[in-house]
């Protein structure tokens, strides 16, 4: 099924329960909170305030005129958070492994988060999608294009390379989320 829906990154109030949920993991200073802040059109590149822990996050996506809420679970990269993270898990319908393709080592993890995911929780690969951030900064880039999309592709996983800072590919990661989530939300309700 593909999606057909509009994006709506703004929230709109009301109490309506939560129809999915998300986690986004990877290690710490990827991106994370920036790519969710940058999409609910939030400039948050300047201030970087590590997460604590986990950070939850809604956000309303059109989903063939449904105004739909999903719940974003925005955890700290963090090694400290690894313990908390497994509870975290519990109820995703999909999951979004940053890295960043600056830092060579936080590419070289996303194995590691991979296996986490894994071990707590029983999503298939095409419920996760692998992002590799921080596109804009070019002449830094530790990790080829080729290798990440070779690598996801064996994984079994989309792959989009974004940038918060240029606003590359933002609203697209979003739409291939979407795209993930689309048969179950419209299938069935989600109790976290
Ligand atoms: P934890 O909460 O510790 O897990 O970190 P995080 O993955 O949520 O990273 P965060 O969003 O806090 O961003 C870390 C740093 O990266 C900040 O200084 C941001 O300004 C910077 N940053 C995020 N995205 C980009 C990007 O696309 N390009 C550039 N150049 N910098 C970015």
Not at 42 to 45: A, D, L, Y
């Given at each position: 099924m593909s999606f057909k829906g509009t994006l709506r990154p703004k929230s709109h109030c009301d109490?309506?329960?939560?129809?999915a949920k998300l986690v986004m993991i990877g290690d710490?200073?990827?991106g994370k909170s920036c790519l969710l802040e940058r999409f609910m059109d939030?400039?948050?590149?300047n201030n970087w305030i590590s997460t604590i822990g986990v950070d939850i996050r809604t956000i309303y996506l059109d989903i063939d005129g449904k105004n739909t809420k999903i719940q974003v679970w925005d955890t700290g990269?963090?090694?400290?958070y690894r313990p908390v993270l497994a509870s975290c898990y519990r109820g995703a319908l999909g999951v979004v492994v940053v890295f960043d393709l600056t830092n060579r080592t936080s590419f070289s993890n996303v194995k590691q988060w991979l296996h986490e995911v894994e071990e707590f929780s029983a999503l298939d690969a095409d419920k996760k999608i692998l992002v590799g951030n921080k596109a804009d900064l070019q002449a830094d880039r530790k990790v080829d294009q080729g290798e990440a999309q070779q690598f996801a592709q064996e994984a079994g996983l989309q792959y989009i390379e974004t940038s918060v800072l240029d606003q590359t590919n933002i609203q697209e990661a979003f739409t291939r989320l979407v795209e993930v989530l689309t048969v179950v939300v419209l299938c069935c309700d989600v109790s976290m």
């Open positions: 109490n309506e329960t939560p129809r710490s200073g990827v939030k400039n948050s590149t990269g963090q090694q400290r």
